[in-house]
């Protein structure tokens, strides 16, 4: 335990800068973050109080700033605790190695121990001491040090001659302490209070005399913005701005806007043109020259139409902004022409024509070829379909097309844009909507947020082909292990249960998962079947748990509910759900908490009873009042509550089982289950089990707390 020292302690402020080659700007967020958290969290394991920590982060730099932090650790109170009395002495009263050993690691003599005793009664040794507080800065760089060592990066490097590993090689580290350098080595490379600028606007080193000075010396010697949030504002404010200007507003997604503040250090928004007749190819195309190749801003009009017009942030403050523009106009020119060429050659012949092909294009090595996954998809569409009323025959014809693109030019070139373009190409093709919206449907949702298939034979689609993924990657053993998942298969487990549940989709997805692993092309499929299908619904499971948790303050589901309902074993999720929801009314209504303690108990009582329990309740061996009472009370809800179940009205259900709450109650008050007339016996126990099989037809409410 801590004990602040009687004096005051004197607190400076602490800056941490690490100084490297450019880093990923789509990690830099993360990096930024990560960084502070480590700090924060060392610090405070430390016992060294601060005030206010700010993190920074560029293309080039991560840097944390500690304000009013302590020069040394508080001292601290050690309380330890030794081997009890009879291993720390002998017969004769003389210390033992036990003893002796533990008053050595204390810095004391075996006399300087006191003696306690525990709740127990037990008595053992104890040591307690004081322990000063070590200087801060001795501890800093090795915080430091371990703070970069947790960092979330997924491959590390080495440059030079050194061992040191990091994102990217590290050229400077400053680590100032009001206006004192920390001594030490982080990464190879040594402390100081010189930190660098832009790399071409202000090259030469600028010196720190205090951390608080630091943003702002970046800002005016180093034309350098260091706060991520705040460069990403500008960002934003520029590029509005300067949308306006073109009678346009500007497309911002999210994740743009954070790359490009990750790529650059001082913010500049030039705006550039594109030829009007590159207007004609599909928007998406547009798109994803302009952000994803580019990290260009576009600009669409009022109506939503995209202007010949781009928004670029340029990381230097040229003197000739026209070059610059010139420069990115030339850039873009060819790959809209690219775009443009392979609209042309990919039409010259339709979709349906490269179906063959897919035969001679390798899905995965055990798993076939992308024309095999594709009639594996088809077969699956198709009991997928029936199962859930969509069209047969634009399921059957869209199942054929879905990965037809997958050889189309633009794809090659653009594959982000993936079942996009089939749609297009087969439009152009005069296929019917359904089936064109489903070749776009059926990859979707491609993440979090991202919007559903808009039809039947979408939901279809879109459910087979990620089904037959997480069959196929599970049945040759490549499932997801810590942050490694290659395939996908989380995103793709998410994305069967978020169609099921938000589409409202009565479908039997253990029926269905079984089906999809025994399509895998596997000599031995048939034989792990089972296994393998278990190990798909337990995966997604598991994915379902964390989506009902992670929304459980608002809901009030918690897990125990959820294994309640889970052990129902209900064979869609949209059943599922129903039945989630009404246990959440039942755990908060009075009888709730009671009648879960009582199904405990039955359970209980069940899982010790022999298996020879009979099946129906004898009313001749009903001897007690209350024993006839729950009986006669199970038969006037029984017929009322299976009507509710069956008519998945479980709200009902479990309002009409609630009403047991007194014969139940009165029946363990008043009745001996365990009697020692066996027949009497395991009469009650079978009645007992009637209680419980009532209850199971929605949950197994043994599983709640109570």
């Known amino acids: 335990m801590n004990q602040p020292t009687s004096a005051r302690i004197e607190r400076r402020d602490l800056l941490v800068e690490l100084g490297t080659e450019e880093l990923p700007p789509k990690a830099l967020p993360t990096l930024e973050q990560s960084f502070a958290e480590g700090m924060r969290s060392r610090l405070t394991q430390a016992g060294l109080e601060f005030g206010e920590l700010e993190s920074f982060a560029t293309p080039r730099r991560l840097a944390v700033l500690v304000r009013r932090l302590p020069i040394r650790q508080p001292d601290q109170t050690i309380k330890r605790r030794g ?114 600028g832009h790399r071409f606007m202000a090259p030469t080193p600028i010196r720190l005399s205090t951390p608080a000075q630091y943003a702002k010396a970046l800002r005016t010697r180093g034309k350098v913005v260091a706060s991520f949030p705040e460069r990403r504002a500008s960002i934003r404010a520029q590029v509005e701005q300067l949308a306006s200007t073109l009678n346009g507003r500007a497309i911002i997604g999210e994740e743009l806007l954070d790359e490009v503040t990750g790529l650059v250090e001082w913010p500049l928004a030039l705006a550039g043109r594109f030829e009007a007749r590159f207007l004609s190819l599909p928007r998406e195309v547009l798109l994803s020259t302009l952000q994803e190749h580019q990290r260009y801003f576009a600009v669409e009009d009022g109506s939503g139409a995209l202007l010949p ?191 099921a549940l938000e589409h409202r989709l009565d479908l039997d997805l253990d029926d269905m998962t079984s089906k999809a692993v025994r399509l895998q092309p596997l000599p031995d499929i048939e034989a792990r079947a089972g296994a393998v299908a278990r190990e798909v619904i337990d995966f997604m499971t598991e994915r379902l748990r964390a989506q009902y948790l992670e929304r459980s303050d608002k809901t009030g589901i918690t897990t125990e509910m959820f294994d309640a309902v889970l052990a129902a074993e209900p064979r869609s999720l949209p059943d599922f759900d129903e039945r989630l929801r009404a246990m959440v009314g039942f755990v908060a209504s009075p009888e709730g908490a009671s009648l879960a303690s009582a199904n405990k108990r039955i359970a209980n009582i069940l899982r010790k009873s022999d298996d020879c329990v009979p099946h129906v309740v004898s009313d001749e061996l009903l001897r007690e009042d209350a024993e006839r009472e729950l009986h006669r009370a199970l038969k006037n809800v029984r017929e009322r509550t299976l009507s509710a179940v069956n008519a998945r009205q479980y709200a009902r259900g479990l309002e009409m089982l609630s009403t047991l709450r007194p014969q139940i109650d009165t029946f363990f008050d008043q009745v001996l289950v365990n009697d020692p007339d066996q027949a009497l016996r395991n009469n009650r126990v079978a009645l007992l089990a009637e209680v419980r099989s009532l209850f199971c037809h929605v949950a197994d409410m043994s599983r709640l707390p109570g």
């Not at 720390?88 to 075996?110: E, H, I, K, L, M």
């Not at 014809?397 to 079942?419: H, I, N, S, W, Y």
Request: glycine share 10%; with cysteine; hydrophobic share 45%.
């Open 309 to 499: 017009n781009f928004i670029t942030i340029s990381n230097i403050d040229s003197p000739d902004a026209s070059t610059v523009r010139a420069g990115n106009e030339r850039v873009i020119r060819p790959r809209l022409s690219d775009g443009a060429f392979f609209w042309e050659q990919d039409r010259r012949q339709p979709l349906a024509a490269r179906r063959f092909d897919l035969d001679r294009v390798t899905f995965q090595a055990q798993l076939g070829s992308q024309g095999a996954r594709t009639e594996r998809i088809a077969k699956l569409a198709a009991a997928i379909a029936a199962a859930i009323g969509a069209d047969a025959q634009a399921t059957a014809r869209a199942a054929q097309l879905v990965k037809c693109d997958l050889l189309t030019a633009m794809v090659g070139e653009f594959p982000e844009l993936q079942g996009i373009m089939g749609r297009y190409y087969a439009l152009a093709d005069a296929e019917p909507a359904v089936v064109a919206d489903t070749i776009r449907d059926h990859y979707r949702p491609r993440g979090a947020g991202d919007a559903l298939p808009e039809s039947k034979v979408g939901d279809a689609l879109a459910i087979a082909d990620k089904l037959d993924t997480l069959a196929g990657i599970f049945a040759i053993g490549h499932k997801p292990s810590g942050t490694r998942d290659p395939f996908g298969l989380r995103r793709a487990a998410i994305g069967v249960l978020r169609i």
């Open 83 to 196: 081997p009890p009395l009879a291993q720390a002495f002998d017969a004769d009263g003389a210390p033992t190695r036990a003893a002796a050993g533990f008053a050595q690691s204390n810095g004391v003599s075996v006399d300087a121990l006191r003696r306690e005793r525990d709740a127990k009664g037990i008595e053992y040794l104890s040591y307690e001491g004081r322990r000063s507080g070590a200087d801060t800065a001795s501890l800093l760089a090795s915080l430091v040090q371990h703070s970069l060592d947790a960092l979330p990066i997924p491959k590390r490097m080495r440059w030079g001659s050194g061992e040191a590993q990091f994102v990217r090689p590290v050229h400077w580290l400053v680590m100032l302490f009001g206006r004192d350098v920390i001594p030490g080595q982080v990464l190879g490379v040594a402390s100081g209070n010189l930190s660098y």
